[in-house]
């Protein structure tokens, strides 16, 4: 990689599994990602950016900046003007969350489509592990089956205060 490109790029810290399902072919494929502002990364990257930092009140504790830098990270390179000046930790952060939210609605939304073909949560989960090629200790089954069942759960509650 060219000294140029080295300097452009833009390290944000993601869990093990939010890592592996990004790099997936059918996802982001292998980084760095040269992503335009008109990208779906690119918009993301540009609505957290443009905010100041969050208060630490808002901020999970596993994004703490002394429990970030043992993360894995996702390399960017905005095709986009970044003012590297305002950039901080707390953004880089709060992308990796969003990220990590975009996982599991990927997540309940595979399952919910398998589940129609498997009727089983479990099998589904499986299925998605499998597909992007997710470490169970990365990400333990048991907590993706409580995603999935929070999300169905709120789901049927939605439905019977129709």
């Known amino acids: 990689m060219s000294a140029q490109k080295s300097d452009k790029i833009i390290a944000i810290p993601v869990k093990a599994h939010v890592k592996t399902f990004l790099e997936h072919k059918d996802n982001l494929g292998k980084g760095p990602y ?40 996702i390399e960017v390179i905005p095709k986009f003007r970044v003012n590297r000046e305002l950039l901080t930790d707390e953004h880089l952060n709060k992308v990796g969350m969003t990220l990590e939210v975009i996982f599991k609605h990927a ?30 200790d990365h990400y333990d089954n048991s907590a993706a089956f409580k995603v999935v069942n929070r999300s169905k759960d709120e789901k049927k509650n939605e439905q019977a205060t129709k």
């Open 107 to 136: 997540l309940i939304y595979y399952a919910r489509g398998r589940m129609t073909l498997l009727k089983s949560e479990q099998g589904a989960v499986n299925c998605f592990y499998k597909e992007y090629g997710i470490e169970p």
């Open 34 to 73: 040269e992503i335009r502002k008109d990208h779906w990364l690119g918009e993301l990257i540009t609505a957290v950016f443009s905010f100041h930092p969050l208060s630490e009140a808002e901020v999970p504790s596993e994004y703490f900046p002394e429990k970030t830098v043992k993360l894995p990270t």
